[in-house]
């Protein structure tokens, strides 16, 4: 089925996730995490103005780059949190941490599209900010809580990835993200597609062939993904959205999965 097929093929170099280049459709699992040389910590990022605590992500911003300022929003000793097993963390032998700032991308997983709304809400309090570690199932979670006006890192806890609410997706994705023909057998035919003609200012909208796939597909993070949770309860268990956004602030593309049976498959393709 291929209701829009040609006029979709003209608009393929707009779609702003570049598709995935490769002459082998079964990849290799890789971690993906693309790291700049340039790790050194610096301080020359100013601390963000009180207001600013008000949205996580602005406070983040900071303390991903700036050493002194994350050090200062650290509550010592810092429960570390190891399958069960605590081993405080003292102020003196704290590293700073990037998190996931020298990533060329970051991801975010919602269960609905509402859900999305999520990180600009102001009146959040609590937020985890996971790496997950796709090949070894593993789950690494930063816990960060607001309180009199502050958000600090309260906690950090490791843990396996099958006590992680989204650990069934997580597997699922694990090889999604790396194998063409698997991709092709987890996609709902024929899928939605949308993106944005910035020449004529529009929405462009349809459905595309499982076999237009390949032209159409986004390179999609694997081995090692990040996953922010601003409050999702997940509590729709067969839905999720995966948002792949730009670390530099460019445009950004989600995919949402449905669960059909007991398997995962891909709805809509958006950006």
């Given at each position: 089925?291929?209701?829009?097929a040609?006029?979709?093929?003209?608009?393929?170099?707009?779609v702003?996730c570049?598709?995935?280049?490769?002459s082998?459709?079964?990849?290799?699992v890789v971690?993906?995490?693309s790291v700049?040389k340039?790790?050194?910590?610096?301080?020359?990022v100013?601390a963000?103005?009180?207001?600013?605590?008000?949205?996580?992500?602005?406070?983040?911003y900071?303390?991903?780059?700036?050493?002194?300022?994350q050090?200062e929003?650290i509550k010592?000793?810092?429960?570390?949190?190891?399958?069960?097993v605590?081993?405080p963390i003292q102020?003196?032998?704290?590293?700073?941490?990037?998190l996931?700032?020298n990533?060329?991308v970051?991801?975010?997983?919602?269960?609905?599209q509402?859900?999305?709304?999520a990180?600009?809400?102001?009146t959040?309090?609590h937020?985890?900010v996971?790496?997950v570690?796709?090949?070894?199932?593993?789950?690494?979670?930063y816990?960060?809580?607001?309180a009199e006006?502050?958000w600090?890192?309260?906690s950090?806890?490791?843990?396996?990835?099958?006590?992680n609410?989204n650990?069934d997706?997580y597997?699922f994705?694990?090889q999604?993200?790396?194998s063409?023909?698997y991709?092709e057998?987890?996609i709902?035919n024929?899928?939605r597609?949308?993106?944005?003609?910035y020449?004529?200012?529009?929405n462009i909208?349809?459905?595309?062939?499982v076999?237009q796939?390949p032209?159409?597909?986004?390179?999609?993070?694997?081995g090692?993904i990040?996953?922010i949770n601003?409050?999702q309860s997940?509590?729709?268990a067969n839905?999720r959205?995966l948002?792949?956004?730009?670390q530099s602030?460019?445009?950004?593309c989600s995919l949402?999965f449905?669960?059909k049976?007991?398997?995962w498959m891909?709805?809509k393709?958006?950006?």
């Amino acid at each position: 089925m291929r209701l829009i097929a040609f006029s979709l093929m003209m608009l393929v170099f707009l779609v702003a996730c570049n598709k995935t280049k490769t002459s082998d459709p079964e990849q290799k699992v890789v971690d993906s995490v693309s790291v700049n040389k340039d790790s050194v910590a610096t301080d020359s990022v100013a601390a963000p103005p009180k207001a600013a605590d008000g949205l996580f992500d602005d406070f983040i911003y900071s303390f991903m780059r700036n050493s002194r300022f994350q050090r200062e929003r650290i509550k010592f000793p810092l429960a570390h949190i190891v399958d069960g097993v605590n081993t405080p963390i003292q102020a003196k032998d704290w590293k700073f941490d990037h998190l996931y700032k020298n990533q060329d991308v970051y991801t975010l997983i919602f269960d609905d599209q509402r859900s999305v709304k999520a990180e600009k809400d102001t009146t959040l309090h609590h937020v985890v900010v996971e790496w997950v570690y796709l090949n070894k199932r593993r789950v690494k979670q930063y816990v960060f809580d607001k309180a009199e006006g502050q958000w600090r890192l309260t906690s950090i806890d490791e843990h396996s990835m099958d006590k992680n609410i989204n650990s069934d997706f997580y597997a699922f994705y694990r090889q999604f993200s790396v194998s063409l023909s698997y991709q092709e057998k987890h996609i709902l035919n024929p899928f939605r597609f949308k993106t944005y003609d910035y020449d004529n200012f529009q929405n462009i909208e349809g459905l595309l062939d499982v076999n237009q796939w390949p032209d159409y597909r986004p390179h999609l993070p694997s081995g090692t993904i990040t996953n922010i949770n601003y409050g999702q309860s997940y509590g729709n268990a067969n839905r999720r959205v995966l948002m792949i956004c730009s670390q530099s602030g460019g445009m950004g593309c989600s995919l949402t999965f449905v669960r059909k049976g007991k398997k995962w498959m891909l709805e809509k393709l958006e950006n």
